[in-house]
């Protein structure tokens, strides 16, 4: 960089006003560095408290993220960030600092790394687990190309639990290629972590005798660079691979053939910058592990840290005070109807345990955690595990209620098979976000389980139009039908209906006509239910009389139902919050033909392509699923015109 664009404190710039593009960090001082890091901090706290988004990831890898861009050559060198919530800053400091204020919105920046809006942005994510894997793949295919680039991986102890880590840091040190893995020690995924990783991490940075003999040993290393040749480098270097056995569990990773070095405080830039210099000279796997404080900068988020992993925005910058004006109250959440429902039942019965895959808050078992703790499971981000492991439970009489969002399930979707249902094994899931979700976009909508749980023999799939339908599915779920049970429904607060404090049994594949017409049948399943009786409302007013179906049931099917209704129609069209591919419009098709009822049937869901983000109205009119949409289509397809 030419002397006259050097950026400098002393000229009177601020670094963040003349940063747009990693280049420009490459001669800032660490003073400068650590003034950056500042600017950014607060850059986030202001975006996200005006407009939302993940926060507390982000805070807690500010300095790192200087640091790596000070260091390393993006987007020659190649960074990936494990599930990428974590990653404002990044975008920030690569070109995408003034489109920031778009962040999450229809249209705008992604929340996550996105190969197709940067060249920055290495590989795409948004599920966890993923990035040692990517960054074994892309370092691969450097050395077969012959090129330099560097890679690194960056992933969080809770990721670190996920089995597909492991999978990649074992084959990563069978290859032996060039990979930087930065492993992020903050104690938390979105609540706290779990299992044994979480002890052996802590012992790490707790084992005061290998820290002391670190520091040397490096501070030795240093002098011998300097001082000595390769033989008494390596004697060294030995030296400290025979301390790292001794005294950290820090030679687990190196059982697997990554070099261990750390740990190091990730909010130190002087230490990073130095950490990741060295990290450029060593030629094969080696992994870094910084601790660091989630939310680190802003009080509220430090002090809790998972209620700060994410915000809607609207709150003070300073004392984190919500700044929105008191609405009036809404109906509860469906994720908080189910847990609250769990906890009303296991309190009676000592069989049924809750089971999740590090989301305890997100799916509201934390309810479960705190009532009943000991029939309580959180088995880190390890969804597959979780499946097996309620498998597991219900061999031996338990009655085991895994909950996982619909994204994640599909994470486990071999156990699910193999080892629930081929077994049919009494397991209940609650799979909660199945449909839309809004900001966090296509890595975590749920447009797919009914797709994919509809092949699946044995299981028998709900689907609740409401909230009180939730609770008497669970309990119908525990205690009348035998075998795998699914129960798919949506992110977000419910209708509002009122709440019997009793359950009611459901007959199982029995659904209910809640309106009678003729002409045209609407099919609706879940919540959708209402909206199919408001495009009824308006169907009649254009003189034509339709009647509304609550399926409840995707598998098995109500073919009774649809038969009955198909004698007093004409046409039907089924509405559902999923892939408009192998849903319950495919079944109610598949279930006309084999009757060889030749009767038209309209299929309206979710369209065969991953859905953008943004706010629940954006997505619903991108995809059609507004009464005004629906009820055009219906017309047409009632009155023949192209659909």
Known sequence: MPESQQISLSQGRLPLQAIHSPEDL??????????????CRKEVINLVAENGGHFASTLGVVELTVALHHVYDS?????????????????????????????????????????????????????????????AGIAAARDLAGSGEKVIAVIGDGSMTGGMAFEAMNHLGDLKSDVLVILNDNQMAISPSTGGLKTHLINITLNKTYNRTRKFIWKSISLLNNEFGDAAKNAVRKLEDGFKAAFTPG????????????????????????????????????????????????????????????????????????????????????????GEA?????????????????????????????????????????????????????????????????????????????????????????????????????THHGAFDLSYLHAIPNLTIMIPANEQELRDMLYTALYEIKGPVAIRYPRGNGNGIALRKTFTHLQSGHGEIVRQGSGIALLAAGPHLTLALDVADSLEKEGITASVANMRFLK??????????????????????????????????????SKRLPLPVLKIGLPDRFITHGSMKDLFRETGMTTETILQRVMEFYRGSTI
């Not at 999450?104 to 942005?121: C, I, N, V, W």
């Open 75 to 135: 987007p020659r060198d190649k960074i990936v960030w494990d599930v990428g919530h974590q990653a404002y800053v990044h975008k920030i400091l690569t070109g995408r600092k003034e489109r920031m204020h778009t962040n999450r919105q229809y249209g705008g920046l992604a929340g996550f790394p996105k190969m197709t809006e940067s060249p920055h942005d290495a590989f795409g994510t948004g599920h966890a687990s993923t990035s040692i894997s990517a960054a």
């Open 251 to 338: 030679a687990f990773f190196e059982a697997l053939g990554l070099r261990y070095f750390g740990p190091i405080d990730g909010h130190n830039m002087e230490q990073l910058v130095k950490a990741l210099r060295e990290m450029q000279t060593l030629p094969h796997p080696k992994l870094l592990h910084i601790v660091t404080t989630k939310g680190k900068g802003f009080k509220p988020a430090e002090d809790n840290q998972s209620k700060w992993h994410a915000h809607s925005g609207g709150f003070d910058t300073v004392t984190g005070k919500s700044l929105k004006s008191i609405t009036e109250t809404q109906p509860p959440k469906y994720q908080e109807v189910f």
């Open 556 to 593: 098995p099917l109500d073919t009774a139902l649809i038969e009955k209704l198909a004698t007093c129609s004409t046409h039907i069209a089924v509405i559902e919050e999923n892939s408009i591919i192998g849903g319950m419009g495919s079944a109610v098709i598949d279930h006309l033909n």
């Open 26 to 39: 490459k001669n800032l001082s660490i003073p400068e560095l650590q003034s950056l890091a500042a600017e």
């Open 342 to 442: 769990l906890v009303e039942l296991a309190l009676k019965d000592s069989r049924i345990t809750a089971i999740t895959a590090a989301m305890p808050s997100g799916t509201s078992l934390d309810l479960f955690q705190k009532a009943i703790p000991g029939r309580f499971y959180d088995v880190g981000i390890a969804e597959g595990h979780a499946v097996t492991f309620a498998a597991g439970q219900a061999t031996k009489g338990f009655l085991p209620v895994c909950a996982i969002y619909s994204t994640f399930l599909q994470r486990g979707y071999d156990q699910l098979i193999h080892d629930v249902a081929q077994q049919n094994l009494h397991v209940v899931f609650a799979i909660d976000r199945a449909g839309l979700v809004g900001e966090d976009g296509p």
